[in-house]
C-alpha cells in the first residue's frame, strides 16, 4: 500500500496498518498517528491510533498539536456525530479523502434480511440504548449477518435467553426491545418476546 494521498499539502500516506489500512498523519511534536476505519460489533468507528504506542487512541481532549485540517475533521466528526453510522456523509466523506474504505468490514445480509439488518444498523446508532438493550440487538444484527467479520453468531433462542436474563436485572430493557421491534417490523419474525 504505501502510497501517498492525492493532497500532498496535508501531508498524510495511505499504509497498512495494525488493524487494516490507515491514514498516517505526523503530528505537530512528531508524534505518528493512524486513522483507520475500527468497527465494532456493527458500528464504525474513525479512531486515531499511535502508531508508536499501541495500543493508545486519540480523542478530541488528548489529540496532539496538528494543524492537519482533515485530522481536525475527524475529531469534529467523532465529536459533533456520536451517533455517525456507515452512511453518514460526513463519514464516507472523510474516509474517501483519506483514501479509506467507508464499508471496510461492514456487516453484510442476505437478501432476505438486508433491509431489516440496515434498519438495525441506523437505530443503533440513531438510538441511546441501555448497554442490555445494544447488546441485545447487536446479537440480532450478528445473528442476521452472512460476512466473515462477524463476532459471535448467537441463535434465536440464545438472543431470547439474553432477553429474559436483562429484564431480570432491568425492566426497562423489555420496554426498549418491544419500542424498536415495533419501529422494525420485518423483525418480527424472530419471535425475541
Known amino acids: 500500500m504505501n502510497q501517498p494521498l492525492p493532497s500532498p499539502s496535508m501531508e498524510m500516506a495511505l499504509e497498512e496498518g495494525r488493524y487494516g489500512p490507515w491514514v498516517v498523519i505526523v503530528a505537530d511534536d512528531g508524534r505518528r498517528l493512524g486513522v483507520a476505519v475500527t468497527p465494532y460489533r456493527c458500528r464504525t468507528h474513525l479512531l486515531i491510533h499511535d502508531i508508536d504506542a499501541p495500543p493508545r487512541t486519540y480523542g478530541s481532549l488528548n489529540l496532539p498539536p496538528t494543524s492537519n485540517p482533515w485530522l481536525r475533521r475527524v475529531v469534529e ?70 460476512d466473515p467479520w462477524v463476532s459471535d453468531r448467537k441463535s434465536v433462542e440464545a438472543i431470547r435467553h439474553n432477553v429474559r436474563f436483562n429484564a431480570e436485572y432491568d425492566a426497562k430493557v423489555i420496554d426498549e426491545v418491544q419500542e424498536l421491534l415495533s419501529r422494525l417490523p420485518a423483525l418480527s419474525r424472530l419471535r425475541l418476546m
Open 77 to 146: 466528526l467523532t465529536n459533533g456525530e456520536a451517533d455517525y453510522h456507515w452512511d453518514t456523509p460526513g463519514y464516507r466523506t472523510l474516509c474517501e479523502q483519506g483514501g479509506l474504505d467507508p464499508d471496510y468490514h461492514r456487516p453484510a445480509f442476505d437478501p432476505e434480511n438486508a433491509e431489516a439488518g440496515e434498519a438495525l444498523l441506523v437505530e443503533l446508532n440513531r438510538t441511546n440504548l441501555s448497554p442490555g438493550a445494544a447488546n441485545i440487538f447487536m446479537d440480532i444484527v450478528d445473528h442476521l449477518r452472512v
